[in-house]
Protein backbone atom coordinates (compact mmCIF):
# COMPACT_ATOMS: atom_id res chain seq x y z
CA UNK A 1 0.00 0.00 0.00
CA UNK A 2 2.68 2.44 0.86
CA UNK A 3 5.15 1.90 -2.31
CA UNK A 4 1.48 1.67 -4.62
CA UNK A 5 1.07 6.14 -3.92
CA UNK A 6 4.91 6.13 -4.14
CA UNK A 7 4.73 4.12 -7.40
CA UNK A 8 1.77 6.36 -8.57
CA UNK A 9 3.77 9.31 -7.52
CA UNK A 10 6.29 9.08 -9.71
CA UNK A 11 4.53 7.91 -12.60
CA UNK A 12 2.74 11.24 -11.95
CA UNK A 13 5.62 13.12 -11.88
CA UNK A 14 7.45 11.05 -14.99
CA UNK A 15 4.13 12.16 -16.79
CA UNK A 16 4.05 15.56 -15.75
CA UNK A 17 7.13 15.96 -16.46
CA UNK A 18 7.19 14.80 -20.53
CA UNK A 19 3.36 16.87 -20.59
CA UNK A 20 5.73 19.70 -19.66
CA UNK A 21 8.84 18.68 -22.16
CA UNK A 22 6.49 17.55 -24.82
CA UNK A 23 4.71 21.23 -25.50
CA UNK A 24 8.40 22.63 -24.98
CA UNK A 25 10.18 19.86 -27.93
CA UNK A 26 7.17 21.00 -29.55
CA UNK A 27 7.86 25.04 -29.04
CA UNK A 28 11.07 24.38 -30.30
CA UNK A 29 10.44 22.21 -33.49
CA UNK A 30 7.27 24.70 -34.11
CA UNK A 31 9.94 27.54 -33.91
CA UNK A 32 12.63 26.06 -35.89
CA UNK A 33 10.67 25.25 -38.22
CA UNK A 34 8.45 28.77 -38.78
CA UNK A 35 11.77 30.21 -37.87
CA UNK A 36 13.18 28.07 -41.17
CA UNK A 37 10.11 29.43 -43.02
CA UNK A 38 10.60 33.02 -41.70
CA UNK A 39 14.04 33.62 -42.86
CA UNK A 40 13.28 31.64 -45.96
CA UNK A 41 10.98 34.31 -47.32
CA UNK A 42 12.78 36.94 -45.01
CA UNK A 43 15.83 35.92 -47.67
CA UNK A 44 13.40 35.78 -50.16
CA UNK A 45 12.12 39.37 -50.07
CA UNK A 46 15.61 40.66 -49.30
CA UNK A 47 16.85 38.78 -52.33
CA UNK A 48 18.09 40.99 -55.32
CA UNK A 49 16.04 40.35 -58.59
CA UNK A 50 18.70 40.30 -61.28
CA UNK A 51 17.31 40.66 -64.68
CA UNK A 52 20.32 38.16 -66.92
CA UNK A 53 19.05 40.04 -69.95
CA UNK A 54 20.14 43.55 -69.02
CA UNK A 55 23.61 42.51 -67.98
CA UNK A 56 26.06 44.23 -69.33
CA UNK A 57 27.58 41.54 -71.26
CA UNK A 58 24.19 40.88 -72.83
CA UNK A 59 23.36 44.34 -74.03
CA UNK A 60 26.89 44.77 -75.47
CA UNK A 61 25.52 41.14 -77.46
CA UNK A 62 22.14 43.17 -78.44
CA UNK A 63 24.33 46.18 -79.99
CA UNK A 64 26.25 43.65 -82.10
CA UNK A 65 23.08 41.64 -83.50
CA UNK A 66 22.04 45.20 -84.51
CA UNK A 67 25.16 46.66 -86.19
CA UNK A 68 25.31 43.13 -88.26
CA UNK A 69 21.54 44.25 -89.29
CA UNK A 70 22.62 46.96 -90.00
CA UNK A 71 25.35 45.96 -92.09
CA UNK A 72 23.42 43.47 -93.99
CA UNK A 73 21.19 46.65 -94.69
CA UNK A 74 23.86 48.40 -96.34
CA UNK A 75 25.53 44.78 -97.74
CA UNK A 76 24.05 45.09 -101.39
CA UNK A 77 25.65 48.32 -102.20
CA UNK A 78 27.78 50.01 -99.51
CA UNK A 79 30.70 47.72 -99.05
CA UNK A 80 32.48 50.61 -97.20
CA UNK A 81 29.66 51.23 -94.78
CA UNK A 82 28.65 47.91 -94.59
CA UNK A 83 32.34 46.53 -93.99
CA UNK A 84 32.38 48.92 -90.94
CA UNK A 85 29.36 48.26 -89.11
CA UNK A 86 30.25 44.67 -89.61
CA UNK A 87 34.14 45.28 -88.16
CA UNK A 88 32.67 47.06 -85.46
CA UNK A 89 30.41 44.12 -84.47
CA UNK A 90 32.99 41.70 -84.49
CA UNK A 91 34.64 43.55 -82.66
CA UNK A 92 32.67 43.99 -79.92
CA UNK A 93 32.74 40.08 -79.76
CA UNK A 94 35.94 40.75 -77.75
CA UNK A 95 34.20 43.26 -75.35
CA UNK A 96 31.41 41.65 -74.44
CA UNK A 97 33.73 38.75 -72.89
CA UNK A 98 35.78 41.25 -71.20
CA UNK A 99 32.35 43.15 -69.24
CA UNK A 100 31.23 39.58 -68.34
CA UNK A 101 34.54 39.31 -66.28
CA UNK A 102 34.69 42.67 -65.17
CA UNK A 103 30.91 42.98 -63.70
CA UNK A 104 31.27 39.03 -62.95
CA UNK A 105 28.36 38.75 -65.08
CA UNK A 106 29.03 35.67 -67.27
CA UNK A 107 26.03 33.28 -67.88
CA UNK A 108 24.37 30.40 -70.19
CA UNK A 109 22.49 32.83 -72.09
CA UNK A 110 25.14 34.97 -72.35
CA UNK A 111 27.41 32.74 -73.97
CA UNK A 112 24.68 31.13 -76.29
CA UNK A 113 23.79 34.44 -77.61
CA UNK A 114 27.64 35.05 -78.51
CA UNK A 115 27.95 32.02 -80.22
CA UNK A 116 24.46 32.29 -82.07
CA UNK A 117 25.37 36.04 -83.01
CA UNK A 118 28.90 34.86 -84.28
CA UNK A 119 27.18 31.84 -86.52
CA UNK A 120 24.44 33.74 -87.70
CA UNK A 121 26.67 36.94 -88.62
CA UNK A 122 29.55 34.41 -91.07
CA UNK A 123 26.70 32.58 -92.21
CA UNK A 124 25.25 35.61 -94.02
CA UNK A 125 28.28 37.40 -95.17
CA UNK A 126 28.45 33.80 -97.01
CA UNK A 127 25.13 33.49 -98.18
CA UNK A 128 25.92 37.16 -99.85
CA UNK A 129 29.03 35.81 -101.10
CA UNK A 130 27.18 33.03 -102.77
CA UNK A 131 24.97 35.20 -104.73
CA UNK A 132 27.77 37.47 -105.33
CA UNK A 133 29.72 35.09 -107.16
CA UNK A 134 27.49 31.74 -107.88
CA UNK A 135 30.89 29.73 -109.15
CA UNK A 136 31.48 29.14 -106.01
CA UNK A 137 28.38 29.19 -103.83
CA UNK A 138 28.80 25.11 -103.05
CA UNK A 139 32.19 26.38 -101.47
CA UNK A 140 30.54 28.89 -99.64
CA UNK A 141 27.38 26.34 -99.32
CA UNK A 142 29.77 24.14 -97.19
CA UNK A 143 31.70 26.26 -95.41
CA UNK A 144 28.57 27.53 -93.67
CA UNK A 145 27.33 23.98 -93.06
CA UNK A 146 30.74 22.98 -91.97
CA UNK A 147 30.68 25.76 -89.38
CA UNK A 148 27.15 25.02 -88.18
CA UNK A 149 27.37 21.32 -87.93
CA UNK A 150 30.50 21.86 -86.00
CA UNK A 151 30.01 24.31 -83.46
CA UNK A 152 26.09 22.61 -82.94
CA UNK A 153 27.81 18.98 -82.34
CA UNK A 154 30.42 20.48 -80.13
CA UNK A 155 27.75 22.42 -77.92
CA UNK A 156 25.64 19.10 -77.71
CA UNK A 157 28.23 16.56 -77.22
CA UNK A 158 29.34 19.13 -74.00
CA UNK A 159 26.06 19.38 -72.68
CA UNK A 160 25.15 15.79 -73.22
CA UNK A 161 28.90 14.10 -72.17
CA UNK A 162 30.28 17.00 -70.10
CA UNK A 163 26.93 18.34 -67.86
CA UNK A 164 24.42 20.83 -68.15
CA UNK A 165 26.41 23.51 -66.28
CA UNK A 166 30.16 22.63 -68.36
CA UNK A 167 30.89 25.30 -70.74
CA UNK A 168 31.58 24.69 -74.44
CA UNK A 169 35.06 25.90 -74.35
CA UNK A 170 36.31 23.97 -71.48
CA UNK A 171 37.81 21.31 -74.20
CA UNK A 172 40.33 18.66 -71.76
CA UNK A 173 44.00 17.93 -73.66
CA UNK A 174 43.40 14.66 -73.82
CA UNK A 175 40.59 15.16 -75.75
CA UNK A 176 41.89 17.35 -78.48
CA UNK A 177 45.41 19.57 -77.97
CA UNK A 178 44.47 21.73 -81.12
CA UNK A 179 40.66 22.21 -79.15
CA UNK A 180 42.21 23.01 -76.11
CA UNK A 181 45.19 25.55 -77.33
CA UNK A 182 41.92 26.90 -79.45
CA UNK A 183 39.27 27.55 -76.92
CA UNK A 184 41.70 28.39 -73.21
CA UNK A 185 44.34 30.64 -75.14
CA UNK A 186 42.52 33.80 -75.59
CA UNK A 187 45.30 35.17 -77.96
CA UNK A 188 44.76 32.20 -80.61
CA UNK A 189 41.17 32.29 -80.60
CA UNK A 190 41.25 36.21 -81.04
CA UNK A 191 43.55 36.12 -83.89
CA UNK A 192 41.78 32.73 -85.56
CA UNK A 193 38.42 34.59 -85.32
CA UNK A 194 39.41 37.76 -86.57
CA UNK A 195 41.97 36.90 -89.02
CA UNK A 196 39.05 34.30 -90.26
CA UNK A 197 36.47 37.13 -90.62
CA UNK A 198 38.99 39.59 -92.11
CA UNK A 199 39.35 37.00 -95.27
CA UNK A 200 35.39 37.06 -95.95
CA UNK A 201 35.46 40.98 -95.73
CA UNK A 202 37.89 40.77 -97.72
CA UNK A 203 36.57 38.78 -100.62
CA UNK A 204 33.05 41.13 -99.98
CA UNK A 205 35.05 44.31 -101.13
CA UNK A 206 36.84 42.23 -104.04
CA UNK A 207 33.52 41.91 -105.24
CA UNK A 208 33.01 45.41 -105.80
CA UNK A 209 36.83 46.35 -106.99
CA UNK A 210 38.52 43.58 -108.05
CA UNK A 211 38.10 42.56 -112.37
CA UNK A 212 40.16 39.54 -111.43
CA UNK A 213 37.42 37.97 -109.34
CA UNK A 214 34.28 39.93 -111.08
CA UNK A 215 34.84 39.67 -114.87
CA UNK A 216 31.68 42.10 -114.85
CA UNK A 217 33.23 45.16 -113.47
CA UNK A 218 35.34 45.10 -116.66
CA UNK A 219 34.65 48.49 -118.76
CA UNK A 220 32.72 46.77 -121.89
CA UNK A 221 29.90 48.07 -124.28
CA UNK A 222 27.17 46.42 -123.02
CA UNK A 223 24.43 47.65 -119.98
CA UNK A 224 26.61 47.55 -117.23
CA UNK A 225 25.81 44.57 -115.16
CA UNK A 226 24.60 42.63 -117.86
CA UNK A 227 27.47 40.32 -118.34
CA UNK A 228 26.32 36.67 -117.67
CA UNK A 229 29.70 35.12 -117.81
CA UNK A 230 30.70 32.60 -114.45
CA UNK A 231 31.72 34.39 -111.27
CA UNK A 232 30.21 37.71 -111.75
CA UNK A 233 28.08 39.34 -109.37
CA UNK A 234 24.64 38.58 -109.58
CA UNK A 235 22.80 42.10 -108.53
CA UNK A 236 23.48 44.22 -110.50
CA UNK A 237 21.91 47.67 -111.71
CA UNK A 238 19.89 47.07 -114.57
CA UNK A 239 18.75 44.19 -112.49
CA UNK A 240 16.28 46.36 -110.66
CA UNK A 241 16.68 49.82 -112.27
CA UNK A 242 16.28 50.01 -116.38
CA UNK A 243 17.52 53.75 -116.37
CA UNK A 244 21.40 54.35 -116.16
CA UNK A 245 21.03 57.24 -113.93
CA UNK A 246 19.14 55.69 -111.46
CA UNK A 247 20.35 55.95 -107.54
CA UNK A 248 21.15 51.95 -107.50
CA UNK A 249 23.80 52.45 -110.93
CA UNK A 250 25.25 55.13 -109.37
CA UNK A 251 25.88 54.00 -106.62
CA UNK A 252 27.38 51.10 -107.92
CA UNK A 253 29.45 53.16 -110.65
CA UNK A 254 30.74 54.64 -107.24
CA UNK A 255 31.18 51.47 -105.41
CA UNK A 256 33.48 49.91 -108.53
CA UNK A 257 35.81 52.64 -108.14
CA UNK A 258 37.42 51.03 -105.19
CA UNK A 259 41.10 50.20 -105.23
CA UNK A 260 41.27 46.44 -104.93
CA UNK A 261 45.06 47.10 -103.79
CA UNK A 262 44.48 46.72 -99.96
CA UNK A 263 41.69 44.12 -99.80
CA UNK A 264 44.06 41.90 -101.52
CA UNK A 265 46.60 41.81 -98.94
CA UNK A 266 44.07 41.61 -96.55
CA UNK A 267 42.58 38.28 -98.26
CA UNK A 268 46.53 36.97 -98.33
CA UNK A 269 47.40 37.60 -95.33
CA UNK A 270 43.96 35.60 -93.57
CA UNK A 271 44.04 33.22 -96.15
CA UNK A 272 46.33 30.56 -93.97
CA UNK A 273 44.61 31.33 -90.38
CA UNK A 274 40.97 31.64 -92.58
CA UNK A 275 41.86 27.70 -93.75
CA UNK A 276 43.63 26.73 -90.66
CA UNK A 277 40.16 27.81 -89.32
CA UNK A 278 38.22 25.45 -91.02
CA UNK A 279 40.39 22.76 -89.97
CA UNK A 280 39.47 23.17 -86.78
CA UNK A 281 35.78 23.15 -87.60
CA UNK A 282 36.34 19.74 -88.90
CA UNK A 283 38.76 18.52 -86.05
CA UNK A 284 35.92 19.47 -83.66
CA UNK A 285 33.22 18.08 -85.63
CA UNK A 286 35.35 14.74 -85.48
CA UNK A 287 35.79 15.08 -81.82
CA UNK A 288 32.31 15.86 -81.08
CA UNK A 289 31.10 12.96 -83.04
CA UNK A 290 33.27 10.14 -81.32
CA UNK A 291 32.32 11.54 -77.64
CA UNK A 292 29.09 11.56 -78.29
CA UNK A 293 29.51 7.84 -79.85
CA UNK A 294 31.76 7.14 -76.59
CA UNK A 295 28.45 8.06 -74.42
CA UNK A 296 26.32 6.00 -77.13
CA UNK A 297 28.09 2.70 -76.32
CA UNK A 298 28.06 3.52 -72.40
CA UNK A 299 24.68 3.52 -72.47
CA UNK A 300 23.83 0.83 -74.58
CA UNK A 301 26.49 -1.79 -72.47
CA UNK A 302 23.94 -0.26 -69.54
CA UNK A 303 21.39 -1.97 -71.41
CA UNK A 304 22.81 -5.07 -71.83
CA UNK A 305 22.81 -4.15 -75.72
CA UNK A 306 24.03 -5.43 -77.80
CA UNK A 307 22.58 -8.89 -76.25
CA UNK A 308 24.55 -12.07 -77.20
CA UNK A 309 23.05 -14.36 -79.84
CA UNK A 310 22.74 -17.76 -78.04
Known amino acids: MNGSPNVRTRKQAA ?3 QEIDTPTMNG ?44 LYYMPLHPR ?3 LLYSISCLLD ?22 VTDRCTTAC ?36 MGGSGQSHKKVDESRSRLLHLYYTNKNVLFVFCAFNELFFI ?38 FFAAPGSAWAMELARANKMDSFWPWVI ?10 KQFLNVVQLVKASK ?20
Open 267 to 276: AGVSFPIMAG
Open 28 to 71: HANGDANGSAHLSRSDKGNETHENIFLFWPNVIGYSRIFLALAS
Open 15 to 17: SAK
Open 202 to 239: ALYLLSFSSPTLSPSLLPTDKTPGSSTQLGSPAFSAST
Open 81 to 83: TCS
Open 291 to 310: WLAEGDRATRRAQGLPKKQK
Open 94 to 115: VMDGVAARYFKQSTQFGAVLDM
Open 125 to 160: LLVFLSSAWPRWSLLFQALISLDLASHYMHMYATLT
